[in-house]
């Protein structure tokens, strides 16, 4: 007798949670760069760490990842995201990273693509196994994976202002 396994929403996964995922972590991303110039976002914490250009960075390239599970393009160019990939060099002026308001601008359409992306799926497609480091996982999976990954860098955001004299997120 042939299992069934059990479908995401069994899992308490939906197209709908993992949209508000990203929302969240979008919402807080505007929240943590209110305030924030351009050259606050290369102050590099220390005594190691990445500064806010480059978790911003990082973020834009990664939902790169959850766009292609979705079968929509990438924001960025391979090119650009490489620049912030895990294991690139650290971006310790503005030479070396892009403007604040692009990072921010590559933020919002990744944001509307996913989103769109997420309201017109089909369930099958969320429920289709995917390769992703480490395990097995299905599609619904692995962006649920990419969204914890991102609220990580949202919190070290949230932390970065602090280190640019801005008070904190939380009242």
């Known amino acids: ?58 973020i834009v390239a990664t939902r790169g ?24 060099a650290a971006i310790t002026d503005s030479s070396q990273g892009k403007p604040l308001t692009e990072l921010l601008e590559a933020v919002t359409s990744s944001q509307t693509q996913l989103i769109t992306a997420l309201q017109n799926v089909a369930e099958d497609v969320l429920a289709r196994p995917c390769e992703s480091p480490g395990d097995d996982a299905t599609v619904a999976e692995f962006l649920t994976t990419l969204a914890w990954h991102e609220s990580y ?18 009242p």
Request: hydrophobic share 40%; with cysteine; proline share 6%.
């Open 65 to 88: 990842y959850a766009l292609d599970l979705l079968g929509e393009p990438a924001v960025w160019s391979e090119d650009d995201a490489s620049r912030y990939r895990t294991g690139s």
């Open 1 to 58: 007798m042939a299992v069934t396994p059990p479908s995401q929403a069994q899992h308490g996964i939906t197209a709908g949670s993992i949209q508000a995922y990203f929302k969240r972590n979008y919402d807080t991303i505007f929240k943590a760069v209110d305030g924030l110039s351009h050259e606050d976002s290369f102050i590099q914490p220390q005594p190691a760490g990445n500064c806010f250009n480059w978790v911003l960075g990082h």
């Open 153 to 170: 860098h949202v919190g070290q955001l949230a932390m970065q202002r602090r280190f640019a004299g801005l008070p904190g997120l939380m």
